[in-house]
């Protein structure tokens, strides 16, 4: 079964940081790109950030642009979201997904900036 | 960057009724679209990819059309498990975007 497992949140202050993981299973990982994607309370999606098959390619939405860095790990099929300066408006489930398509999406998880 | 744009944002419709939610793109994304369901409490799921391929294990009831820069999702027969928000999402170039999404609720 084809599964992402999202951990790592949690409460932040404003300025502080955070650092997500998601962990994959049953699926080939190597092959794939990952996103991830974030939704503030009562909002709609937002994209956050995406990283190519070999970690080498990185794509930002400019709201996260300089602060927050993307990355994976092959060997243990996992990706990661390094988040830094955070500020309130980073309030939000953070999903993560497979493929650019984000043909399959992982529980999220909640990241609360505040003070 | 590509906007999307959603219409309308809420609608509230009867159980087997015809509905259409609208996605337009201030420019060109070929193809490149896809559409989301999130359920109440839950995650997103994709249902259609390349704007009108249905996902494996989708209702035959949704359909998706268009290219270009004007795309539709249509439940055709809408049912009581089709509560959900539906976002609209462009792959075409970076930054990626999202439509604001349109909240469907059962009249």
């Known amino acids: 079964e084809v599964q992402l497992a999202v951990s790592g949140g949690g409460l932040a202050q404003p300025g502080g940081s955070l650092r997500l993981s998601c962990a994959a299973s049953?699926?080939?990982?190597?092959?794939?790109?990952m996103s991830w994607v974030r939704q503030a309370p009562g909002k709609g999606l937002e994209w956050v950030a995406n990283i190519d098959q070999d970690g080498r390619k990185e794509y930002y939405a400019d709201s996260v642009k300089g602060r927050f860095t993307v990355s994976r790990d092959n060997a243990k099929t996992s990706v990661y979201l390094q988040m830094d300066s955070l500020r309130v408006e980073d309030t939000a489930v953070y999903y993560c997904?497979?493929?650019?398509?984000?043909?399959?999406w992982g529980q999220g998880a909640l990241v609360t900036v505040s003070s | 960057d590509i906007q999307l744009t959603q219409s309308p944002s809420f609608l509230s419709a009867s159980v087997g009724d015809r509905v259409t939610i609208t996605c337009r793109a201030s420019q060109g994304i070929d193809y490149y679209l896809a559409w989301y369901q999130q359920k109440p409490g839950q995650g997103p799921t994709l249902l259609i990819s390349?704007?009108?391929t249905l996902e494996s294990g989708v209702p035959s009831r949704f359909s998706g059309g268009g290219y270009g820069t004007e795309f539709t999702l249509t439940i055709t027969g809408l049912q009581p498990e089709d509560v959900a928000s539906y976002y609209c999402h462009q792959l075409k170039g970076y930054p990626v975007t999202f439509g604001g999404g349109t909240k469907v609720e059962i009249k």
């Open positions: 390349a704007a009108s």
């Open positions: 997904a497979r493929s650019s398509i984000a043909n399959v």
């Open positions: 049953g699926f080939n990982f190597n092959s794939y790109y």
